[in-house]
């Protein structure tokens, strides 16, 4: 069994409509590089387990918005191939996020 659901791009128009979070896990030199996904926040793979585990309100300071609720809120991660994203996904998973997304 997964611990996590894929979604197409289709699917990703869907899940931002609803209000889901965008995490996008590329390197700062690949957004620049390609452009990011409109309303989307970007924390690189390797940042994103400490990232997480900040406190809510140096979440809300640094991004500008509030951090997921574990219980709650969708969050979709994206990457170049997809698997940095299903990675991100484990990720958020093990630590209690329970609607972990992979585009």
């Known amino acids: 069994m997964s611990v996590y659901e894929n979604v197409d791009y289709d699917g990703l128009l869907v899940k931002m409509d609803r209000k889901s979070f965008v995490i996008d896990v590329r390197e700062n030199h690949e957004l620049a590089a390609t452009g990011s996904i409109p309303n989307s926040i970007n924390i690189p793979l390797g940042e994103l387990e400490n990232e997480l585990n900040l406190p809510a309100n140096v979440f809300k300071d640094k991004y500008k918005l509030s951090k997921p609720e574990k219980e709650n ?3 979709v991660f994206s990457c ?3 698997n940095r994203s299903r990675r991100a996904a484990e ?3 093990k630590l209690n996020y329970k609607k972990c997304l992979n585009i």
């Open 73 to 75: 809120d969708e969050i």
């Open 80 to 82: 170049a191939r997809g």
């Open 91 to 93: 990720i958020a998973f």
